[in-house]
């Protein structure tokens, strides 16, 4: 099995800063891309940003130059400082990994974390 424990979000105001942060643990045999995503009230999840294995970081357009997502290959880890929040990031942010597991066969499988509340509000 493999677990992502999510850890950070809160509460912040607007122009404020927060910082999550993620570990993948268990049978990891390889992890093809990291990243987060996030589902607002009524709406769909949502992509925020990702770290494909090699490549650079794709963030949504809504988030570019406030965001910063980092990974820490050694640790399979991901950590994002999010600036400048916005309410309308209010949202559960979901830590995502595609994970090649010992155990799954040959195909890389989507694993999710809990979920952390983020509100920005004054």
């Known amino acids: 099995q493999v677990q992502l424990v999510e850890s950070g979000g809160g509460l912040a105001q607007p122009g404020g800063s927060l910082r999550l942060s993620c570990a993948a643990s268990?049978?990891?045999?390889?992890?093809?891309?990291m990243g987060w995503y996030r589902q607002a009230p009524e709406k769909e999840r949502e992509l925020v940003a990702s770290?494909?294995?090699?490549?650079?970081?794709n963030y949504a357009d809504s988030v570019k130059g406030r965001f910063t997502l980092s990974r820490d290959y050694a640790k399979n880890a991901v950590y994002l400082q999010m600036s400048s929040l916005k309410p309308e990031d209010t949202a559960v942010y979901y830590c995502?990994?595609?994970?090649?597991?010992?155990?799954?066969?040959?195909?890389?499988?989507?694993?999710w974390g809990q979920g952390t509340q983020v509100t920005v509000s004054s």
């Open positions: 995502n990994a595609k994970v090649l597991s010992y155990y799954g066969g040959s195909d890389y499988r989507n694993y």
């Open positions: 770290i494909p294995t090699g490549r650079s970081t």
């Open positions: 268990g049978s990891i045999r390889s992890i093809s891309a």
